[in-house]
Antibody
């Protein structure tokens, strides 16, 4: 059974860069599926951030695209998120996920607070 | 970009009652690409329904999905105490993109 685990700093200063990694176990990233990120601001709904396909094709939410980089490391079976120039509006629980047309596996989520 | 609008925002019901949740899309969505999730406080969402009407593994049969085109429905036939949660619909579109509705909270009356 696939398992996903996010890791990264829980506190980032405004204007700096948010970096998260998702370690995948129980399934090889290079075998298939989209691998991506979804976030949820406190008390609010879910927002898709972006996905990377197992072939390396990348798809970003247009509203975040200019600040966003998603990459994959198949040798270590993990993928990463970089979000630049963060503001308080980027404060959220960040989930990594495995997806096809729907998300069938989620990480537990990691809270990232943007504050000085 | 397809926008998903869920209604009502909050549904106040008692255990044993039937819950009907709506998800309306701004453009037609292929049924194959419509899913529903349940989220409880402090937890990641859980896939309930995919392909508009197929239950995910381990989901009780009191949960059912229906609809096509722009109108989709999640029905919980008889609410159990553990069903009180927030429910989201989600569609997979061209580009490809993933879009979520804003959620419906099912609360105890």
């Amino acid at each position: 059974q696939v398992q996903l685990q996010e890791s990264g700093p829980g506190l980032v200063k405004p204007s700096e860069t948010l970096s998260l990694t998702c370690a995948v176990s129980g399934y090889s990233i290079s075998s298939g599926y989209f691998w991506g990120w979804i976030r949820q601001p406190p008390g609010k709904g879910l927002e898709w951030i972006g996905n990377i396909f197992h072939t390396g094709s990348i798809y970003y939410n247009p509203s975040l695209k200019s600040r966003l980089t998603i990459s994959v490391d198949t040798s270590n079976n993990h993928f990463s998120l970089i979000l630049r120039s963060v503001t308080a509006a980027d404060t959220a629980v960040y989930y990594c996920a495995r997806a096809a047309a729907y998300v069938d596996s989620w990480g537990q989520g990691t809270l990232v607070i943007v504050s000085s | 970009e397809i926008v998903l609008t869920q209604s009502p925002g909050t549904l106040s019901l008692s255990p044993g009652e039937r819950a009907t949740l709506s998800c309306r899309a701004s453009q037609s969505v292929k049924s194959t690409y419509l899913a529903w999730y349940q989220q409880k406080p402090g937890q990641a969402p859980r896939l309930l329904i995919y392909g508009a009407s197929s239950r995910a593994t381990g989901i009780p049969d009191r949960f059912s999905g229906s609809g096509s085109g722009t109108d989709f429905t999640l029905t919980i036939s008889r609410l159990e105490p553990e069903d009180f949660a927030v429910y989201y619909c989600q569609q997979y579109g061209t580009s490809p993109t993933w879009t979520f509705g804003q959620g419906t909270k099912v609360e105890i009356k």
